[in-house]
Every structure is written in structure tokens, then in C-alpha cells.
């Protein structure tokens, strides 16, 4: 029984830590899609457009880490791994949409985060984000 809860200790603060590393990652993302310090934009000056970007992608990347634990049955290493490599793919989707969304609209949606007033296209931004991550979540599953 202590064995058992040890081990489930361990899984617990080991994808904790994937999902923290997972989460830098997209704020490091969204970060350079945003013209300007993304923690500046945010947090001094408040800006809308920009946490609802961030706030999108993380909450995709939970949705897809949470489905590739449950999906990685028993065994800690490969539903690491795969838990990993399913959240990189899942940036690596979401920073597409971004920049199909960005090439097929007048403009630069970098510079529409990063205005004051809120933006319809960080909307559309926001919602790609949430649509790839239940699809991927789907897949997974």
C-alpha cells in the first residue's frame, strides 16, 4: 500500500513538473507572437487581447497533457514521453494556426494582441487554440 502511494507520488510530481515545463513553453510562445514583453502586456497594462491568447493555449495544452496521462495507462516513462511529445505537437499546432490566422487576415494579428482595446481576431486565435487541443484530446483518447 506505501509502496503504491509512493509510486503514485512520483507519477504526480513527475508530470507536474512536464505540465509546468509545457506551460513555460507556451508562454514563451505566445510571448513572441506578441509584440513586446508578454508579462508587461498582461500584467501592467492589463491587456486584454493578449491574456485571452495566453489564457487559449493554456488551457489547450492542459486539455492535451490531462488526456495523454489518462491515455498512458500504467506505465510512467512511455506516458512521460508520451505526454511530452503530444504537448510539443500540440504547441507546434497551435503556433500554426496562429500564423495561418496571421497570413490570412489584413494585418498583423501580433500587433491586434498587443492593442488595448479588444480584438475579434484574438477571439478567432483563442478559440483555433481550444479546437486543436479537443481535436488532439480526441486522438489521443
Do not use: C, K
Request: charged fraction near 10%; glycine fraction near 10%.
Amino acid at each position: 500500500m506505501l509502496q503504491e502511494l509512493l509510486s503514485g507520488l512520483l507519477a504526480a510530481v513527475a508530470y507536474g513538473v512536464v505540465g509546468t515545463l509545457m506551460m513555460a513553453l507556451g508562454y514563451l510562445l505566445v510571448d513572441l507572437a506578441t509584440p513586446g514583453r508578454l508579462r508587461d502586456l498582461i500584467w501592467v497594462r492589463r491587456n486584454p487581447n493578449a491574456a485571452l491568447l495566453l489564457v487559449s493555449g493554456l488551457v489547450g495544452v492542459g486539455i492535451i497533457l490531462t488526456t495523454a496521462i489518462a491515455a498512458s495507462a500504467d506505465d510512467l516513462l512511455l506516458g512521460l514521453v508520451g505526454t511530452v511529445v503530444y504537448g510539443l505537437l500540440g504547441l507546434a499546432l497551435m503556433s500554426l494556426s496562429f500564423l495561418l490566422i496571421d497570413a490570412l487576415t489584413p494585418g498583423r494579428l501580433g500587433d491586434e494582441l498587443a492593442a488595448d482595446t479588444m480584438h475579434p481576431g484574438t477571439w478567432v486565435s483563442a478559440a483555433a487554440h481550444v479546437v486543436i487541443a479537443v481535436l488532439m484530446a480526441a486522438a489521443i483518447w
